[in-house]
């Protein structure tokens, strides 16, 4: 399993309910197949920036409330080449091999204005809620994936 793969699973496990320790979060995911060590989902759960709140049933895991993932930001900058755009649709185009990463960026920001992303290896296709707003949009994703 690789490394996003894993990302993935742990932020589903962690949105889906309370996870009140390492060890429930490893024993969950080792029933998905993912078999993980207290020092890999530590330093996973730091990277994803991932925090316990303590809490009146003894806390729980906490993701950041933004979607912003601090280990996928210093990524962005060297792997993001051109952003263009139509009228309906914007396409970021990127290294080879780094388009799933860009996509999982832009998916982890919760955008309002972006119904969702396809990726391929080095094209990212984004698709806008609406095409009124594609224009701030395109201006927000250079923001977020070239100042990076």
């Known amino acids: ?53 303590a809490g009146p049933d003894g806390g729980h895991y906490s993701l950041p409330a933004s979607g912003d993932s601090p280990a996928l930001r210093p990524l962005m900058g060297a792997g993001v080449l051109d952003i263009a755009a139509n009228e309906t649709l914007v396409l970021v185009r990127t290294l080879p091999g780094a388009a799933g990463t860009v996509a999982e960026f832009i998916d982890s920001q919760r955008l309002q204005d972006v119904l969702g992303t396809v990726a391929g290896d080095n094209t990212v296709l984004v698709i806008p809620s609406s095409i009124r707003k594609l224009g701030a949009l395109q201006k927000l994703l250079k923001e977020k994936l070239l100042a990076a």
């Open 1 to 53: 399993m690789t490394k996003k793969e894993r990302f993935f699973r742990i932020r589903k496990i962690i949105t889906a309910g309370a996870v009140g320790s390492q060890e429930e979060l490893r024993r969950q995911l080792e029933g998905q197949g993912c078999r993980v060590t207290q020092a890999t989902l530590s330093r996973d759960l730091k990277d994803l920036g991932a925090s316990w709140v």
